[in-house]
């Protein structure tokens, strides 16, 4: 949208290809809904070394379109920002939507046309040279080419990932992201003192702003930091790239195999052998020992009632706990200071003055596409301002529209 805009704005004629019915989806879920907009680090140092080794490509973007550019480039289309802790910068209405707004605006004023529900599938090329691009059967020409596609994450807004296959055909470079497979620490502490205890067969599910992301089986092994085990392991990149915007929450359930009503049944049918014993001390063909007295907690039971007095509502609100257990993420063990690469294209290929293609001359690249590790805090969508706005500048530029 930065680079449809800035184009436009130069007076290029300007076509945006968009596979969605609408434009910007990820950005309108940035920041938990509030949009962390970018980092309010003002010096360019400062800034450029948050980016880690890689960072040193921005020194030339950022002095061309930085982060003041970016605070003035809102706050001139009524978008006023405010910093908060850490020198996350958010719109003050706390609404990503209002930042949608402009970038929608910014688009439409500039009369850019847009081609809504239509799937880049390719690029065609000749030499050093982009000729063409694919829209299914249709092929579309144009002087230059900006790709803006996004990375893998949240494919459910858009980002698929074909850019990258695009990119690898045309001879770029394409790093995979090369995120660890790593424990997850844990909040709860009733977690960590279940230190030892695995869980063979358990599921655990991964939740961000109260939605479902992914749910897998398998074995759990709890941790005096949290949780641990193949299951988690595998699980940790998707968990990290999550926790690096918003919270991320995990429910267990132990019974994944059970639906809660068949649950619910065997727990009752173990239950009734021990109608006169307390509650806490009957549930041992259910629950491991140790977490037994969370899961009272948690479902609000009186543990040292007896059975007898166990209400149907109770031992259900119980069910429903052995089946979601909440946990909540704090981070990933010894990855804390470590920042997660998503992957992407290779840095070297690109001119970061410009946003060209060292390979193809008329092909500029802005966003996710390219191969940065980002901290959070509003250093992804800096990235993606910064070139976009210069992608598009310069891509205009090339087809004669002169800078303004
Ligand atoms: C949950 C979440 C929260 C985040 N919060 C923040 C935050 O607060 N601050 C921050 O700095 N960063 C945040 N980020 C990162 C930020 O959203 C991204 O860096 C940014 O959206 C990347 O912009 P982009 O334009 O490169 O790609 P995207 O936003 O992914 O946009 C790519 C666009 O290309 C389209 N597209 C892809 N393939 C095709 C195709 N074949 N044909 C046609 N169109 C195609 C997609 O539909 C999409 O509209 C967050 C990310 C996530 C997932």
Redesign the pocket.
């Known amino acids: 949208?930065m680079a449809a805009g800035r184009a436009a704005e130069l007076g290029a004629k300007v076509l945006l290809?968009?596979?969605?019915h609408k434009?910007?989806?990820?950005?309108l879920?940035?920041?938990?809904g509030?949009?962390?907009?970018?980092n309010a680090e003002l010096d360019l140092r400062k800034m450029v070394a948050k980016y880690g080794p890689k960072g040193k490509a921005l020194f030339g973007s950022f002095s061309r379109f930085g982060i003041q550019d970016v605070f003035d480039f809102f706050e001139s289309r009524s978008l006023p920002l405010k910093v908060e802790a850490e020198q996350r910068a958010f719109p003050v209405s706390n609404k990503a939507e209002d930042v949608w707004k402009v970038m929608a605006n910014y688009v439409k004023k500039g009369t850019v046309e847009i081609l809504y529900n239509?799937?880049?599938?390719g690029l065609k090329f000749v030499e050093n040279s982009v000729t063409g691009i694919m829209v299914g059967k249709k092929r579309i020409t144009a002087k230059t080419y900006i790709v803006?596609?996004?990375?893998k994450?949240?494919p459910e807004?858009?980002?698929?990932g074909?850019?990258f296959e695009w990119m690898k055909a045309l001879g770029h470079s394409v790093e995979e992201s090369d995120s660890a497979l790593v424990p997850v620490k844990i909040q709860q502490q009733w977690v960590k003192d279940l230190s030892g205890l695995s869980f063979t067969n358990a599921k655990l599910t991964v939740l961000?702003d109260g939605k479902k992301q992914e749910s897998r089986s398998g074995k759990i092994l709890c941790t005096h930091f949290g949780i641990s085990g193949p299951l988690v392991l595998n699980m940790s990149k998707q968990i990290a790239e999550?926790h690096?915007?918003?919270p991320v929450h995990l429910e267990l359930d132990l019974y994944p195999d059970i639906d809660a009503a068949n649950l619910d049944k065997k727990i009752l049918e173990s239950l009734t052998q021990f109608l006169n014993k307390k509650i806490r001390n009957s549930l041992g063909e259910i629950l491991p020992p140790k977490i037994i007295g969370e899961v009272l907690t948690l479902a609000k039971i009186d543990g040292e009632k007896t059975v007898n007095a166990l209400t149907k509502t109770e031992r259900l609100r119980m069910t429903t706990f052995i089946k979601a257990l909440p946990m909540s993420v704090s981070g990933f063990l010894g990855t804390e200071k470590a920042i997660v690469t998503s992957g992407g294209v290779s840095l070297k290929e690109i001119d970061f003055k410009t946003m060209q293609s060292k390979l193809f001359a008329n092909l500029f690249l802005?966003?996710?596409?390219l191969n940065f590790d980002?901290p959070?805090?509003?250093?992804?969508?800096?990235?993606?301002w910064t070139t976009?706005y210069l992608a598009g500048e310069n891509s205009a530029k090339q087809t004669g529209h002169l800078s303004s």
Do not use: H
Request: with cysteine; charged share 20%.
């Open positions: 949208m290809i968009e596979k969605n434009l910007g989806k990820k950005l879920i940035t920041g938990g509030r949009c962390n907009i970018t239509s799937a880049v599938t803006a596609t996004g990375g994450s949240r807004t858009g980002s698929t074909e850019g961000q999550l690096k915007y918003a802005a966003g996710d596409i980002r959070s805090g509003g250093f992804s969508l800096q990235i993606c976009g």
